[in-house]
């Protein structure tokens, strides 16, 4: 009952009775006063679709887009594109400012950096990894190339062949002092990630270790994890 029906008060009036009301819980220390407003001012400013773009129109009207502190796994059966679409959500929210870090478990860094040049060009990886392109296909990647340059520590692209730790993975995302922290990170696949969470090797037990240990991550660094 502390927010009115849209359209009764003005939103600062609306603050205003929220932070009375939150006053009275915060003798019994449930909330702060200050948490609770900001809460709300930020439903405000930002608006319903509050998350940062998937570049799939579909997916962000169903899930309002990739929010900070969140983890979104991508399930499917082996082959039918997963990477692929991590790859070509890396690559569109590069392009739209933010900033990413992208590991890629099952490919060395020079693999990795093919396929990015492969989305960012609109040519077919193979034939980027096979060196069959066209002459105009060969343009396309030359501006990726200078395009991924150009997003310097922006978009940051791993290669992670061998036994990797949620830990471990964690420590290259974390910005630099100055530098402004990463939007999103993206982990392919999940199944490679190294278990460190005792002795039970149960796949159901790893999965759900490691799952809560990127849930964690995206709370630490404050991003979205993929």
Known sequence: GAVRAAGCEPPGQILDDIGEQARAVVTSG?????????????????????GMTTCFKAIDSLT???RRGELTVLASRPGVGKSAMAMQEAVAAARSGRRIAFWSLENSKRQTIQRALAHMGNVEHTKVRDGTMAPHE???IEQAANELVGCGNAFRLYGGQGEWSAGRLCAPARAPPGESPIDIVFIDPLSHVAFDGGDDDRMDVRIGAQVKAFKQLSLDLNCHVV
């Open 30 to 50: 449930a909330v702060d006063t200050g948490s609770v407003k900001e809460a709300v001012k930020d439903f405000f400013r930002r608006g319903r679709n509050a």
């Open 64 to 66: 309002g887009g990739r």
């Open 138 to 140: 060969q343009d396309k």
